[in-house]
């Protein structure tokens, strides 16, 4: 989806300043936001945490291509994150 979509606020959460939004009834924070031409990258990875049942939102700029994990699913997309990362976004790719 378009980020125009959506609004984006600020929020302080475990001694950090983070991005969130809100959208159907559910509040996210962007996990993650890479260039526009890794975007099928992140499509693939909000696919990996939605099979593990984390709620996940995908935006766009001309720019960049978000991320975005329901704060209720913190902590099952915590247990997967690093390791679809390291997997999707190998160093120097």
């Known amino acids: 989806m378009s980020e125009n979509q959506i609004r984006v606020f600020r929020f302080w959460f475990n001694d950090a300043l983070h991005d969130g ?3 159907q009834n559910e509040l996210y924070y962007r996990a993650m936001a890479v260039e526009t ?3 099928t990258r992140v ?3 909000a696919c ?3 099979d593990h049942q984390a709620s996940t939102l995908v935006s766009l700029t001309e720019a960049q291509c ?3 994990i329901s ?6 997309a915590a247990d997967r994150f690093s390791d ?3 997997g999707l976004f190998p160093p120097g790719n």
């Open 21 to 23: 939004t809100h959208f």
């Open 37 to 39: 031409d890794r975007r």
């Open 43 to 45: 499509y693939h990875l």
């Open 48 to 50: 990996k945490l939605s």
């Open 66 to 68: 978000s991320l975005w």
């Open 71 to 76: 704060l209720r699913s913190q902590t099952t």
């Open 84 to 86: 679809l990362i390291a």
